[in-house]
Each structure stands twice: as C-alpha cells, then as structure tokens.
C-alpha cells in the first residue's frame, strides 16, 4: 500500500498568510494525486486533481504542485472561509489511501 | 444538478448488518467507477471500496475484505454497500463519491454525497 505522510498535522495562521502543506508518499506514483477541503459536518470537496489541475469554482489562491513522492498544496493569501482541514489523495493504486489531515485554524 | 444522496444509515449490533444506497442524478452514472469513503467520530478520511463503471471491478480496504460489497444498479442509478459482520470500529460517517478521470486515469473524486451515519454498539 501506498502511505501518504501531511506535514504539518497542524497548523495556526492568520488571515492573508501564505500557508504550505506537504503531503510525502511511501513510493512514488506520478501525478495522480488529489487535495481536498473539509468543514466540520461537511461533505470533503476537491480542490485540485492530478496534482495541479484546478477545479471550477475553486479560487485562484489554491494551487498544486508535485510528483513522485513529494506534493504540496499553496494557499496564497488565506481567507477566513479557508480554515478547514485539508487531505491529500493518492489515486495511483488501489487501496486509494489518504494523507492523515491537515487543520488550519486561525491565529 | 450533479447529486449524490446517501441512505440507509443508522444503528446496528455488533455481527449486525446494514445495507447503505447511494442515490446519483445530474450525471450518466453508468459511465463512472464509484466509491466509498469512511470517516471515524474526530478522525480522517478512509477509502473503503471501489466499483468500476461496469460493475466488473470491485476494489476494498483491507480492513473491509470478506465483510463488505459494493454493488451497483444502473437502471435505478443508484450505488449500494452490503455491510455484514459489522463491529465497533465500523462506527463512521460513509460517503458516496463519483471517481473523475484525465486520459482514462483516476484523478480525483470530484462529487461527494451529504453523507449518512452509521453507528455500531452493543
């Protein structure tokens, strides 16, 4: 199975900072790899796809990059409706594993 | 509008069973694998199985192997998980969620149901 490691676990910002999340892979797999956006009591909702790749409707601050083993989600200019707990995804092999979670919460 | 609408959740004895229905509108359901995903009381997201768009394919979890399946009808448009020998650790709120391609390749599980809960106690 592929084991996907987020660093940090958790992380404290505040409104307007520039915030990376990693998300580290036990064998590398290429690009297929998704990042996901999750509210209390609410349905996860993707934000990118194949590593880069932007879903419609979702703003211009979220990007992506990464393949391999290494990944990384950027929010530039954090907004309140951004503090969420963010997941990566690996889609390459089945069991088609998540990262452990990473909550920003506000400063 | 692209839907997916989770049922048939609620309590259940340990060794019970349950039998969850997840119910897609808005797109051509036969055309896409779909999935489950769980998530414990305060924890992560775990995916727990995989159906091809034929229905063909079917994909588990370990922790799920012998005791789930997943089925799908295309003529109700609707995607089913037979749950049996049910335990505690089974407790979770499970998704329904549409598997989205690039170039024949899975990219990412673009629609996600509400949701429906799933409690096992003794």
């Known amino acids: 199975d592929i084991q996907l490691t987020q660093s940090p676990s958790f992380l404290s910002a505040s409104v307007g900072d520039r915030v990376t999340i990693t998300c580290r892979a036990s064998q590398g797999f290429g690009s297929y790899l998704a990042w996901y956006q999750q509210k209390p009591g609410k349905a996860p909702k993707l934000l990118i796809s194949?590593?880069?790749t932007f879903q419609s409707g979702v703003p211009s601050r979220f990007s992506g990059s990464g393949s391999g083993t290494d990944f990384t989600l950027t929010i530039n200019s954090l907004q309140p409706e951004d503090f969420a707990t963010y997941y990566c995804q690996q889609l390459n092999t089945f069991p088609l594993t998540f990262g452990g979670g990473t909550k920003v919460e506000i400063k | 509008e692209v839907q997916l609408l989770e049922s048939g959740g609620g309590l259940a004895q340990p060794g019970g069973s349950l039998r969850l229905s997840c119910a897609a509108s808005?797109?051509?359901?036969?055309?896409?694998?779909m999935n489950w995903v769980r998530q414990a009381p305060g924890k992560g997201l775990e995916w727990v199985s995989a159906?091809?768009?034929?229905?063909?394919?079917?994909h588990y979890a370990d922790s799920v192997t012998g005791r789930f399946t997943i089925s799908r009808d295309d003529s109700k448009n609707t995607l089913f998980l037979q749950m049996n020998s049910l335990r505690a650790e089974d407790t979770a709120t499970y998704y329904c969620?549409?598997?989205?391609?690039?170039?024949?390749?899975?990219?990412?599980?673009?629609?996600w149901g509400q949701g429906t809960m799933v409690t096992v106690f003794s």
């Open positions: 969620a549409k598997m989205d391609y690039s170039s024949g390749q899975r990219v990412a599980f673009d629609i």
């Open positions: 808005g797109f051509t359901f036969s055309a896409y694998g």
């Open positions: 194949a590593a880069s």
């Open positions: 159906i091809s768009s034929t229905g063909a394919n079917t």
